[in-house]
């Protein structure tokens, strides 16, 4: 695994950004109901394990999901090896390179990874998400909003996007532009999430939502803060 940064950031091999190395309340929500919900949890885009390996370590069956196979070889070195029994590795594309037989999930956490995503995959995310969970079973969602201090150029577009009722209002076209420092580390097109968004498309799957709301970062780097609502979560049950 890279050295983490200072702040505990680890540096992804294939430049979709840094895995956290703590859990923000909705990854910490996903590893406290993972050991007993109703099937298998799966988390997508798991890296090198931040919620995997809390998730396993507190008792639940864990399916660790990512599009780049070496982060997955390199979470399973990092888990004990008496709780790797208990440890399947999926890499593939979420939402359609990976496939469930429907109602046979647990829970899913999609943490910091819908910002690769355009609106129609993230509606189809929504629905599969929603096919693969079994009744009583949760999805919890995470993403980073227009409210940070590195999209701040992109802010008046957002704002004018939302007051014109465009659908998906957070897409960030051209990354390099707004947050130049960082743009190395990103795809070229970011996909920053709001409440309302996740509200119409995980309602609109059919799921109720438990809990939405922004929260604080206090230990992204200083120049990413702004004010207090720099991500997203989502807690939403079948
Ligand atoms: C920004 S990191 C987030 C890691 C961790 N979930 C966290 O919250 O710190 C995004 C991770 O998602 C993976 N990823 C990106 N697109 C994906 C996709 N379509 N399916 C599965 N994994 C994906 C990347 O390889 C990377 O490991």
């Known amino acids: 695994m890279p ?4 702040n505990g950031f680890v540096r992804t091999l294939n430049n979709m950004g840094y895995m956290t190395s703590g859990l923000d309340p909705y990854s ?14 799966l988390d997508v885009g798991a890296a090198y394990g931040v919620a995997s390996l809390n998730a396993l370590s507190n008792g639940a069956k864990v399916i660790a999901n990512d599009i780049d196979e070496r982060h997955l070889e390199i979470l399973r070195a990092r ?18 390179g990976i496939t469930f037989a429907p109602g046979t999930l647990g829970a899913v956490l999609v943490c910091r990874v819908m910002h690769f995503f355009d609106g129609p ?22 993403g980073e909003t227009p409210f940070i ?34 743009a190395g580390n990103l795809p070229s ?41 720099e991500s997203v979560g989502l807690i939403a049950r079948k």
Request: net charge neutral.
């Open 121 to 142: 995959t993230i509606e189809r995310a929504a629905a599969k998400v929603m096919s693969w969970l079994a009744p009583g079973g949760k999805v919890f969602v995470v």
């Open 79 to 96: 888990a004990l090896e008496r709780l790797r029994e208990r440890l399947t590795l999926m890499p593939g594309s979420f939402p359609d």
């Open 28 to 41: 910490q929500a996903f590893v406290d109901f993972a050991p007993g919900a109703p099937g298998p949890c």
């Open 189 to 229: 097109r970011m996909h920053l999430l709001d409440e309302a968004t996740l509200k119409r498309v995980f309602s609109g799957a059919g799921f109720t939502i438990e809990k939405l709301g922004t929260f604080a970062r206090p230990e992204f780097p200083p120049d990413i803060q702004l004010d207090g609502r």
């Open 149 to 182: 201090g590195t999209a701040k150029a992109f802010f008046p577009t957002y704002e004018a996007r939302v007051k014109a009722g465009d659908l998906w209002p957070g897409i960030v076209e051209n990354v390099a532009a707004h947050d130049p420092g960082r």
């Open 3 to 6: 050295k983490p940064e200072p």
